[in-house]
């Protein structure tokens, strides 16, 4: 009597045993099945998002013909191709016209009009006709002494202490004019008198 219940309690265990292990691997299944499901969505919109996955087009909802849209207003009229475009502002003038604009630049009032405001301002201005050798004239107003040397070579330009043979004469405005005045009051012609002039200084500095 006492084996056969031991027997039985075996058998039990055994049966109990068998049953969590074949419900062990049920749910280990699922499990595996329910993480390779989340993995591969999860793939999925990792594709997307780094836009690696393909989207082809539904070829029932592409639209063959773009739907026709009305004017804002009736009264308008197809455009002409021979027409000029909008904003080209150069094509309502003659091409003489365009072609001495371009080569002489945009000097007439019709052109400035079609100017920027800041470029109209400078145009008139006259920022683009300024005199390249203004500082030169502005020396000479000072009084100050301007030396051209770009013709002269290297060894003449290192010999700066000898002096040219045809060195050009500088009168000096002020003082010719108290000579000819002079000469006016006491009654002498205009060329008596030595003609005052600037000499060039000499030296290292």
Known sequence: MYKR????KKRVRQLNNTI??????????????????????????VREQLGIGRHSPDEFSVVKRAPLSLPPEYSLLPPDPNAPKRGDAASSEPAGRRA?????G????????????????LERAGAYYANPEIRDVL???????????EGKRLTER?????????EPVLVNPQEESERI?????????????????????????
């Open 139 to 149: 020396d000479r107003e000072a009084g100050y002494i301007v030396f051209y040397d």
């Open 20 to 45: 969590n292990a074949k419900n062990a691997k049920t749910f280990l299944t699922l499990f595996c099945l329910a993480a390779v499901t989340l993995f591969l969505s999860g793939c999925g919109q």
């Open 158 to 166: 290192i010999m700066f202490w000898q002096r040219d043979r045809d």
């Open 181 to 205: 005045q002079k000469n006016l009051e006491d009654s002498l012609p205009l060329n008596e008198g030595e003609t005052p002039t600037i000499r060039r200084r000499t030296g290292l500095f």
């Open 100 to 104: 001495e604009a371009a080569v002489f």
């Open 5 to 8: 219940n031991k027997r039985q």
């Open 106 to 121: 945009l000097d007439s009032s019709s052109a400035t009009e079609n100017m920027p405001p800041e470029t109209a301002l």
